[in-house]
């Protein structure tokens, strides 16, 4: 008993096919409508029969989809009987002009569409090998394109060079492996970054704690530019907005849209991990993603962070109040900052972790301090001296009386006494006040 896709937003079935088709359904073949149409104007061009034309599935610019061709009969769409017989056929809304580029919904629509097609019809993966001579061999290759059939560039060199990445997409859903979703291929880093930019420094204004650069890393990191399961469901291709991996807390954030509940795993103080079920926030759009961010910071256990005066101190506090279980969560951000050059977007204040260049945080657990070193990570140290209960002066020098708290702190703490803050030196410093890195 063949069915149709339960994702179908519209249907119009059109005249043009033949019925029912002769083969069983084991090749996809993906095509570009040149032009950003709706299912709707699709779906009327199909329906005039001097037209010959039409297509099973076919998906509008605005990443609905159209029935057209039910799947049990015949599409007359890339110009061969026997790859029409066999395949489901798909017409993507795109641009008018080469590459015929589609835009992420229609991706993301595409990339649903097929796991389904799979799932139903018994195709258990997608394969793509670019070979022309391989049409009909379905083990080796079951995506045909209609540029092999005809004098046509037909998909389009936009979706004909991702035909590979769509079906390594579509085969990590199937296989069940949520976690790998990236069908938004055209958000770049530094596009999610342009985009969640102005939105975090608008609400930055608004709640008037926090530091952008940081806030803006955290997105980065948490959400994997954008592209994670918590943002995007990997299954329906519907959107979480939930950029900050922020776990569901009732009463603490009003902008959400109810939550979701998916795996995940937390990282222990020895540095493994305990997988579990949790509850996550879902959000009805990206502004209220980062809203979101701001309520749950504001309403929640974060009060030093919310004192914060410089942004290493807001992650700092961040994270000694549990915000992240990662061992390096600061390291993590602070060189995400660094690297995209995120402090741009701190007020254009200077960054004050800025000496020794950049490697502040990133570098702190591997650099050795001794007699001599100076700058803003003895200093840190310095602080970390006396919240484990040294007297040093925070000045940023380390000479002898900075070496002998450290001595004296590590004769307290069992540690071999050099006067030289080591890896594990750091270690125990950061821990005895409160930071668990
Ligand atoms: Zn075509």
Known sequence: MMSNSPLV?????????????????????????????????????????????????????????????????????????????????????????????????????????????????????????????????????????????????????????????????????????????????????????????????????????????????????????GTSNKVINPMTGAYRHNYFGLKYRPGRVFVNNGYFTESGSEQNADGSYTPGKFDWYKFPSMDAGVEGYFQFIKNGLYKNAVLAKTPEEYIVELKKAGYASSLDYVSKITNVVNVRELTKYDDKKPLTYTEPKGTYWVGYLVADLKIGTKGKIVKFAQ?????????????????????????????????????????KTWLKLTASNGIHI
Not at 100 to 113: C, E, F
Not at 407 to 423: P, R
């Open 383 to 423: 602080k970390l001296l006396n919240g484990a209960g040294l007297k040093v002066q925070e000045d940023a020098l380390y000479g002898e009386k900075t070496a002998k708290a450290v001595s004296d702190f590590q004769s307290k703490n069992s540690l071999a006494v050099t006067g030289e803050i080591d890896a």
């Open 9 to 225: 937003n519209y249907t119009k079935i059109s005249p043009n096919k033949n019925s029912p088709r002769s083969h069983k359904i084991d090749t996809i073949t993906i095509h570009c409508v040149v032009g950003q149409l709706s299912v709707e104007s699709l779906g009327a061009i199909f329906a005039q029969t001097s037209k010959k034309a039409s297509s099973n599935y076919g998906i509008g610019s605005d990443g609905r989809i159209g029935l057209y061709v039910e799947e049990k009969d015949r599409s007359w769409c890339s110009s061969n009987a026997d790859n029409d017989n066999r395949a489901i056929t798909i017409e993507c809304a795109s641009d008018k002009t080469s590459p015929y580029a589609v835009n992420d919904k229609v991706m993301n629509s595409l990339i649903k569409l097929l796991v389904d097609i799979c799932r139903r019809n018994g195709i258990k993966e997608l394969k793509w090998k670019a070979d022309k001579s391989l049409i009909g061999q379905v083990d080796k290759q079951n995506m045909t394109v209609h540029r092999w059939f005809a004098a046509k560039s037909c998909p389009g060199d936009y979706l004909y060079s991702r035909h590979g990445e769509i079906a390594s997409n579509v085969n990590k859903i199937l296989r069940g492996n949520e976690h790998v979703y990236t069908a938004n291929t055209k958000l770049t880093p530094e596009k999610f970054i342009s985009t969640i930019a102005p939105i975090v420094m608008k609400y930055h204004d608004k709640y008037k704690f926090g530091f952008p650069s940081i806030i803006i890393a955290q997105a980065c990191l948490e959400s994997g530019y």
